[in-house]
């Protein structure tokens, strides 16, 4: 079977308040705006090869997440990438983001931790890269 798709190319997502959102990202997550209409507005990193995200303005948003049913953990749905791991979190607590437990291997220095956007969409942070990232 041919190799069709090399990557992910935007993330969507849905929130309430798009100016909202949009300016909860932006000053979270350092992201630029690129485009932005009445409901919806596309977020880029502005780095070659990462996804850009699109906010879509809705009605009735419960926030992204799901629970695994093996081990019960809420998981979300996205995690972002830094090798800031604990500076993030800090300063995400610091600037009243709701954040959750910090969690990290002693012995690898690896780890992450979830926080919500301001319509309750759990995502995450973590200081993992995988192979070809």
């Known amino acids: 079977m041919p190799n069709f798709v090399s990557h992910i190319a935007t ?8 100016n909202q959102s949009v300016e909860f990202y ?19 990193f502005q780095s070659k090869g990462v996804p850009t995200l699109f906010l879509v303005e809705t009605e009735g948003n419960g926030g992204l997440s799901f629970r695994n049913s093996n081990t019960e953990v809420i998981h979300s ?4 990438y830094t090798p800031k791991l604990e500076e993030f979190y800090t300063w995400l607590k610091e600037n009243g983001v709701e954040v ?31 192979h070809y990232q």
Request: hydrophobic share 40%; proline share 3%.
């Open 11 to 18: 993330v969507e997502l849905p929130v309430g308040d798009l």
């Open 26 to 44: 932006t000053r979270v997550l350092g992201v630029k705006v690129i485009f932005k209409g009445d409901k919806n507005a596309m977020l880029s």
């Open 77 to 80: 749905v996205i995690d972002f």
């Open 100 to 130: 959750g437990t910090f969690n990290l291997d002693k012995e690898t220095g690896l780890g992450g931790f979830g926080f919500k956007d301001p319509d309750g969409n759990l995502i995450s942070a973590c200081n993992v890269l995988h």
